[in-house]
Each structure stands twice: as structure tokens, then as C-alpha cells.
């Protein structure tokens, strides 16, 4: 088992900056993929990043790609998404998730199938 606690939501005006975490506990992050999405009202679960644990590769969204950086803490087995340049339509509940073992090539972990644990959520608003 995996437990997943995200923090670091907020409001933020268009153009600012937020720096996600998600805590993990449980069992060892060694083979895990942990990734980024998110939700907006009314659309579907949209993937941002993946960071692969045992050597932080890193795949991002087309959409995030230059604004938004995965990263780790590994002393503090914690995963941070910084993001930079917000708009508006960058509002929704972000979610980490956590694939534990890893099952699969690795370009399938941009969906969120992929992953068998998840955070609650943090609301991330960006507006003026």
C-alpha cells in the first residue's frame, strides 16, 4: 500500500506560480512510476508528469511542457510539481498518483489506469 497526502494548492493570479507536494508512505518507492494529473469541472482526468523513482526520468504533457517541473525529495520520499506561468485554464483538482510496482512500458503511464494509488486532490484556482 501507498498512502498519498497533496498539499500546496491555492488561488494564484494569472501568470504566477505554485509548487505542489505529495507525501508518500507505505511501501518502498523503489520500481514506481509517480505521476501528475488533473481534473477541471465538467472535463476528463488529464495527465501533466511522470517521474520514474528509481532513475527520475521524467514525460511531460504537450500542454505543461516548459511551465510546469517534476521533481523529487528522496530523503522525504515526496514528489513537487512546480508550476510556473499559470492561466486561467489551468484550474482543476490535481491529483499525485503512485504505480507500485511498475507493470508496463513506460509510455503507457500517461494513463491514469496505469495507477493503482491516488491522493485526494488539491485545488489549484487561477484567477484574478
Known amino acids: 500500500q501507498v498512502q498519498l497526502v497533496e498539499s500546496g494548492g491555492g488561488l494564484v493570479q494569472p501568470g504566477g506560480s505554485l509548487r505542489l507536494s505529495c507525501a508518500a508512505s507505505?511501501?518502498?518507492?523503489?520500481?514506481?512510476?509517480m505521476g501528475w494529473f488533473r481534473q477541471a469541472p465538467g472535463k476528463e482526468r488529464e495527465f501533466l508528469a511522470f517521474?520514474?523513482?528509481?532513475?527520475?526520468?521524467?514525460n511531460y504533457a504537450d500542454s505543461v511542457k516548459g511551465r510546469f517541473t517534476i521533481s523529487r525529495d528522496n530523503d522525504e520520499n515526496s514528489l513537487y510539481l512546480q508550476m510556473n506561468s499559470l492561466k486561467p485554464e489551468d484550474t482543476a483538482v490535481y491529483y499525485c498518483?503512485?504505480?507500485?510496482?511498475?507493470?508496463?512500458?513506460?509510455?503507457?503511464?500517461?494513463?491514469?489506469?496505469?495507477?493503482?494509488?491516488w491522493g485526494q486532490g488539491t485545488q489549484v484556482t487561477v484567477s484574478s
Open positions: 517521474m520514474r523513482w528509481s532513475d527520475s526520468s521524467t
Open positions: 498518483a503512485a504505480a507500485s510496482p511498475i507493470l508496463f512500458g513506460m509510455t503507457s503511464y500517461t494513463r491514469g489506469s496505469r495507477y493503482r494509488y
Open positions: 507505505g511501501r518502498t518507492l523503489s520500481n514506481s512510476v
